[in-house]
């Protein structure tokens, strides 16, 4: 490759990379785009990196903090009972019994929205959350916990529960979950 321009770039850890530069007209794209052809199906996923759920749940957190900017602190009670409402059948049943549960058994932490989902927070921290079934299209619920929530047992722990229905016994384990986050 007499005449070709060659540069070589020094990497981090002290190696020499070698690169080669090719005109443009001695570049052969045709290889490089047979077979190929354009399409106006949807990207899946794995392509774009994001569904449109979670795109849809992004743009609402930039929303949740344009809000807490404008407001100084936003109100989050207010929000969290809207985001409530928006949700469908047994979602906004578990939401709405879960709501009283916290704030009966957790006084400590302010309501509020976290990426679209009802959350609550100690210190503008977030400690919990509800994912509701219908937001990422999932077979069931999900009371979740941030790294703010004292759960640690031994090296291992869970963060995150299915919620299929509220019943009593769910109930109780929930307050003693947020007695034990809250530690």
């Given amino acids: 490759m007499t005449g070709v321009p060659v540069s070589v770039t020094i990497v981090p850890d002290n190696t020499a990379m070698e690169s080669v530069r090719v005109p443009y007209e001695r570049m052969d794209l045709s290889r490089s785009m047979a077979g190929k052809k354009s399409s106006s199906k949807r990207v899946p996923k794995s392509e774009t990196g994001f569904t449109a759920e979670e795109r849809a749940a992004m743009k609402d957190r930039a929303q949740e903090i344009r809000a807490r900017r404008r407001t100084g602190t ?7 009972l809207a985001k409530i409402a928006e949700m469908q059948g047994s979602d906004r049943v578990m939401a709405e019994r879960l709501h009283a549960i916290i704030k009966a058994n957790a006084p400590g932490l302010s309501p509020r929205t976290w990426y679209g989902m009802p959350a609550y927070s ?4 977030v400690v919990c959350f509800f994912r509701n079934a219908g937001k990422f299209k999932t077979r069931y619920a999900t009371l979740g916990f ?10 291992m722990w869970p963060t995150d529960f299915a919620l299929t229905a509220l019943t009593a016994t769910e109930e109780a384990r929930i ?3 947020l007695k034990r986050a809250l530690g």
């Fill in 74 to 80: 936003g109100d989050g009670e207010r929000d969290l």
């Fill in 146 to 155: 941030s790294d703010e929530a004292h759960l640690d047992d031994g090296q």
């Fill in 122 to 125: 100690k210190d503008d921290q």
């Fill in 175 to 177: 307050i003693a979950l």
